[in-house]
């Protein structure tokens, strides 16, 4: 999905006015890729014959990877009655899975064209997921007082 | 993500040679597409301050359908040691799961905006998993011995 | 968590009052049991280091069921505005994906514990799931009027 | 699931000899029925008919901490290949997500015994993970290096 749709259904959020909608869409349209190209690079390495066993630690953590880029994707796109507390931390624990996941791919990526696309698609989620975090810290961190959404609005 | 983008994914899948890519990337993209409708459409009827109770039904179809929807993408984008009759129940459940949201959110439509882009998007997902259904009738159904990804290839 | 605490949990519901409580909480300890089971099962055979290849099909079935049983547990949990079309759909694709997963576990049973314990879990599941099916089928299946909670109260 | 139980899951699992065996069944166990907890508290407070609005900070909080225990859970499931960062940043955000809603389900828990037992849930479940988490960090943590299950058997 481009992430102009994604857009729209965030702008069609009653809570949304104040955010910084492209920032989110872009996030959340990066861990949806990343959702699907570590799916299909776990599944895929399983399907390399005669290489499974030298894949397992790419397989685990793509597995690890897919999993928690789709919960993340899930809370972004939750508004209503944000904790700021609750967001960040799982982004943070996104951008470590994404990096991971992303070093050990790149390791097969000259054997792999999957662990490529997959490596790319952790590292570029790792960037967007990393950015959201930065403005969450600018605007400062209360215990679940403001809304994220009402910081990202600056 | 656009089609494309998961085509490239599914092509990388060193078992998706003989597989239609393009049936299997729409569908999994009208998938995604769908989540991210219904988990935005759950939570912004949980924004909707004063009309919460009415929407209740909804906020449950909503909550159903991105769940299942997320694992029906998940289920086909994994190629190896398919499970046709695992991953065909699957579909028939995401296709009932989107018909009932649909018809729900359809009802709000005139009202919600995102009840309006949330109906659409069950509607195409809906779609897209009964023909994939379709091809998996067509091409026979056996007790998981051939792949589906083989018959879907024709 | 022993049935007993999923059926305080299951009453402590304000739709409740009707349900066989003891068959939800039963069926939902038995997907539990099952997500456990099929998750363990998928990572040991991973990391079963020469014998991986020969597991494939194994772990595939696993992830599978495990994404299934997940889901389905979080639909029965839900009791308000239940679509008992869509929860029937969804106990099928699971009974299913148990009955798989349990037929291919069942043959590396004698080499591997943990392919036999989720052989095990996986029959039980299937076997909950169905007895749940047969209820709802037993007390009739309209388009999704009335609530599959009151038909199971018999 | 009794402990026990998944303790013989965990057992099971041909990289789990040198775990503290117990200490993970004991928090994947917490994690379950926290999972069930939540996924019940946020639907009953949507059955609750006429105070679904003032309940809206505590559905949220409760689907959230559904899916982060969920995925916590599936993570600490897998012992191959395991990366200490990833599971600890996820076991933090866990951690943060059951504290928040244990502390607004408590608010309710004198009006809704749903609330009641998931503010109980959620309490048990982050001791459960600060407690894992304190082990990692007392055993040192490297950049993915050595596995958290060799740490944790001290």
Redesign the interface.
Known sequence: ??AE??E???R????AEMQRVEDYAEA??AL??CV??C??CA??C?????H??EL??C???S??C???C??T???L???????D??VS??L??CV??CQ?CA?ECRKHSGA???CH?CANACRNCQQRGSYLIGEVVSFGLGA?APQLAVRLAG
Request: hydrophobic letters at 45%; glycine letters at 4%.
């Open positions: 999905m481009p749709t994604i729209s259904f965030v069609n959020q009653p809570r959340i349209d949806s890729v699907k190209a799916t299909t599944d895929a399983l399907g390399e014959t005669s499974v066993a397992r630690r397989i685990r953590l597995l690890d897919a999993d928690v789709a919960l994707a899930r809370l796109l939750r508004h209503t009655e944000i904790s507390l609750v931390a799982q943070r624990a470590t899975a991971a070093e792999y064209e999957h696309l679940g």
